[in-house]
């Protein structure tokens, strides 16, 4: 088993992982994943989160078939999160959208560091 202790997990065990498409660069999603679950994840070849609210592990796309194909998983210089890069199957989000970053809360800024 690959040693996972290098990882700044949360007090419950579990880490951030930022989900992209590793062709387009897009931000797809945010789930959590524990030891086990990205152990799974790197023996599958496919992303497996954990279910906060759920409490089980969550292999992505195993119902609706959107599947993540997982082609590198990086760690952050805090290593407290990850940012897992994948070849999506279908749409991330379960509202069908591409991503689940699809709702704007601000508009673009016409200077930088301005926000309307």
Same mark, same amino acid.
């Given at each position: 088993?690959?040693?996972?202790?290098?990882?700044?997990?949360?007090?419950?065990?579990?880490?951030?992982?930022?989900?992209?498409?590793?062709?387009?660069?897009?931000?797809?999603?945010? /789930?959590?994943?524990? /030891?086990?679950?990205?152990?799974?994840?790197?023996?599958?070849?496919?992303?497996?989160?954990?279910?906060?609210?759920?409490?089980?592990?969550? $292999?992505?796309?195993?119902?609706?078939?959107?599947?993540?194909?997982?082609?590198?998983?990086?760690?952050?210089?805090? /290593?407290?999160?990850?940012?897992?890069?994948?070849?999506?199957?279908?749409?991330?989000? $379960?509202?069908?959208?591409?991503?689940?970053?699809?709702?704007?809360?601000?508009?673009?800024?016409?200077?930088?560091?301005?926000?309307?």
């Amino acid at each position: 088993m690959i040693d996972f202790s290098g990882i700044n997990w949360n007090a419950q065990g579990l880490v951030p992982a930022i989900v992209q498409d590793s062709r387009t660069k897009q931000v797809l999603m945010l /789930a959590w994943m524990n /030891a086990e679950s990205l152990g799974q994840t790197l023996a599958k070849g496919e992303t497996v989160f954990w279910s906060r609210s759920r409490q089980e592990l969550w $292999h992505k796309g195993a119902t609706s078939g959107n599947t993540q194909r997982v082609c590198g998983i990086d760690l952050d210089c805090d /290593a407290d999160c990850l940012l897992v890069q994948v070849r999506p199957a279908g749409p991330a989000c $379960h509202t069908g959208e591409v991503s689940c970053f699809f709702r704007t809360l601000t508009t673009p800024a016409s200077e930088p560091g301005e926000m309307e």
